[in-house]
């Protein structure tokens, strides 16, 4: 056979990208996964690794999303949202925030995971740098791998409440650096920047103009120490803050797919473009469902909150009780994320644990509850654990974590 006619033989690794390459796999999602292949095979699983609210979305929300249907919002709506939605988050900026903007600068997206992506993706080129606070939310590093930009991570430890100074965001920036990822309340540590923490980062940001800062506030909502607090409330910085938020996590609406930003008009603008081209507008009956959470009465938010917080109580409470775990007081969200360097360099039937993604498969397997190690959120001596599911189900992973930790020597 002539050489030119022999039958191709396709080598499916060789064929992905090397930005594909470059990326992780969503370490959250995977646990996620695994324990629900346990799950299906008859395990009693626990899992802590999931990043959502385990309310049902609130009944004027899907009332909203019925009427919709009926009313035939079947067709494309414009690629930033309807204004109609758009007009609602800009009336809840300036409501519960105190910030002004116009229709103009919110763009509405498929989640806020895209949101946060979209202005990656936006304002980032090759080899700029983006200072990211670690530990951090898994997807950061990779959209700033995927834009070709460099990392600059800079820990804060639980000593400091895993909140970075401005003397340390200070020393990281160089004449190379683009951006700062923010998220406050924090996924995974449910630490709360205060207004003077985040008056001192505004501060130093200050002094570079060509900086923009990312606030994730997706967790806004779900905050136990009183009003939430934006870094875009400070002049100084206020045009050159991107806020990232959305009704996933205040409102239950995780599976429906509803994020946006508040942001300068020409970063707005070239988000818009971008979205145009690979997804244009979000769902049309999520975004009647969405303008429904904005406008209606907050009480589910408030019903929610309580829960989440009786919740963090018993879980700290009960996480300090185990023998070598260092917890700190989370601020809001919904997870706790205990240092366990204690048992790092420990072993069962001659395994060890070399890091936190170790004991987090360890405790799957030996107690059947679903953690997520703090490798993939730039913390390697912690785990993240969710209390978004019941109280029984808090008590009871706590006793088997303490059983299964118990067996390492």
């Given at each position: ?12 690794m060789?064929?992905?990208s090397?930005?594909l ?7 959250t999602?995977a646990?996620s ?12 699983v626990i899992?802590?690794?999931?990043g959502e609210?385990?309310?049902n ?6 009332e ?10 079947s ?11 758009r007009?609602?988050i ?28 979209n202005?990656?993706?936006c ?8 200072i990211?606070?670690a ?21 804060a430890?639980?000593?400091q ?21 923010l ?6 540590t ?6 003077e923490?985040l ?6 940001l200050?002094k ?9 506030e ?7 120490i009183?009003?939430?607090?934006s ?32 942001a ?32 209606g009465?907050?009480?589910c938010?408030?019903?929610?909150c309580?829960?989440?917080?009786r ?5 700290v ?5 185990i ?6 007081e989370p ?11 204690y ?15 170790d004991l ?6 030996t107690?059947y ?9 730039g ?7 969710s209390?978004?599911?019941?109280d ?5 992973a ?12």
């Amino acid at each position: 056979m002539h050489p030119e006619n022999k039958p191709y033989k396709s080598n499916k690794m060789s064929q992905v990208s090397d930005r594909l390459n470059a990326l992780a796999a969503s370490e959250t999602l995977a646990m996620s996964q695994k324990s629900a292949e346990l799950k299906a095979q008859g395990f009693d699983v626990i899992n802590l690794s999931v990043g959502e609210p385990d309310f049902n979305t609130p009944d004027h929300i899907k009332e909203a999303a019925k009427k919709a249907i009926e009313a035939n919002f079947s067709f494309y709506s414009p690629v930033p949202g309807y204004p109609a939605l758009r007009n609602a988050i800009v009336a809840k900026l300036k409501n519960e925030n105190g910030l002004t903007y116009d229709a103009s600068q919110i763009v509405c997206s498929n989640g806020a995971k895209q949101s946060v992506c979209n202005t990656i993706l936006c304002i980032i080129n090759k080899g700029d740098e983006v200072i990211v606070p670690a530990p951090y939310w898994v997807s950061y590093v990779e959209m700033v791998k995927l834009a070709e930009g460099k990392n600059v991570i800079v820990t804060a430890g639980i000593e400091q409440d895993f909140k970075i100074t401005p003397a340390q965001l200070e020393a990281a920036i160089t004449p190379k650096t683009k951006a700062l990822i923010l998220c406050s309340p924090s996924n995974p540590t449910g630490s709360v920047y205060t207004k003077e923490e985040l008056k001192g980062l505004a501060d130093v940001l200050a002094k570079y103009p060509s900086i923009i800062v990312l606030a994730d506030e997706i967790y806004e909502h779900i905050n136990y120490i009183g009003k939430h607090e934006s870094i875009a409330q400070f002049d100084n910085i206020r045009d050159r803050v991107v806020i990232i938020n959305g009704v996933s996590k205040g409102y239950a609406m995780t599976g429906w797919r509803l994020g946006w930003i508040a942001a300068p008009k020409w970063i707005a603008a070239a988000c818009n473009k971008l979205q145009g081209q690979y997804t244009s507008g979000p769902s049309s009956i999520t975004q009647k469902a969405a303008e429904a959470a904005y406008t209606g009465d907050q009480q589910c938010v408030a019903d929610m909150c309580a829960a989440f917080k009786r919740r963090k109580d018993l879980i700290v409470k009960l996480a300090r009780e185990i023998p070598g775990f260092k917890v700190n007081e989370p601020s809001g969200a919904f997870y706790i994320f205990p240092d366990c360097s204690y048992y790092i360099g420990k072993s069962f039937n001659g395994k060890e644990i070399t890091n936190s993604a170790d004991l987090a498969m360890y405790l799957l397997e030996t107690s059947y509850v679903a953690c997520v190690g703090g490798v993939a959120f730039g913390a390697p001596s912690c785990i993240r654990m969710s209390y978004a599911t019941s109280d029984e189900n808090i008590v009871k992973a706590m006793d088997r974590l303490k059983e299964a930790l118990a067996k390492l020597v």
